[in-house]
């Protein structure tokens, strides 16, 4: 609007008649609030619910499936340096799931600002804020849990033990279930 405002000054001194050019740009500026107001309530913009919803249970998924490949890998044998490793750089397209995550949800936030359809639904943004926040951190939690489990020396044989390696593997897996179900959970709140 504070572009207009010289623009509209200019444009009336520049005809003969300003007042006449003021009159008129003044009705005209009330018409266009008018119907621009007017097209906003009847047919207002739909908010991006579904897309962000989506992009966090996609992060839960995501994390879901490396916390089940590391414990498949476990339950089996003890994992090479390079599976670690691509483990890791898992973890980074996941960070980016998350980035992706975070803008829908900004996105949501920012669709909701003087949207008419946003007065009779419920304000769901900071939950999913809260959800993205905790998956972030359990991405940390699963990072930490490679590091821990690509310290052990190949060289050395099986120095965790087969059993241990097997119970730890039981453990991903019900964690990975565990944040798969949170996922769903959200999507099914929201």
Do not use: C, Y
Not at 5 to 14: D, H, K, N
Not at 15 to 43: C, D, H, K
Not at 139 to 162: C, N, Q, T
Not at 166 to 183: M, N, S
């Amino acid at each position: 609007q504070s572009l207009e405002t010289p623009i509209s000054a200019m444009l009336i001194l520049a005809v003969s008649s300003p007042q006449l050019a003021a009159e008129v740009r003044v009705v005209n500026t009330l018409i266009g609030t008018v119907v621009g107001i007017a097209f906003s309530l009847l047919v207002p913009v739909s908010i991006p619910n579904a897309r962000a919803v989506a992009a966090v249970r996609r992060v839960a998924r995501s994390q879901a499936a490396l916390l089940e490949e590391a414990a498949l890998t476990l339950a089996d044998r003890a994992p090479h340096p390079e599976e670690v490793q691509a483990w890791f750089h898992w973890t980074e397209e996941i960070e980016r799931e998350v980035i992706e995550a975070d803008a829908a949800v900004q996105a949501l936030e920012d669709s909701r600002r003087l949207n008419p359809r946003a007065l009779a639904a419920a304000k769901m943004h900071p939950e999913l804020r809260v959800t993205i926040d905790r998956l972030d951190r359990s991405l940390d939690g699963e990072r930490a849990i490679l590091l821990g489990i690509g310290r052990e020396d190949p060289s050395r044989g099986d120095s965790f033990g087969p059993e241990l390696r097997r119970a730890f593997a039981v453990v991903l897996d019900q964690l990975a279930d565990a944040v798969r179900g949170f996922g769903d959970l959200v999507a099914a709140e929201f």
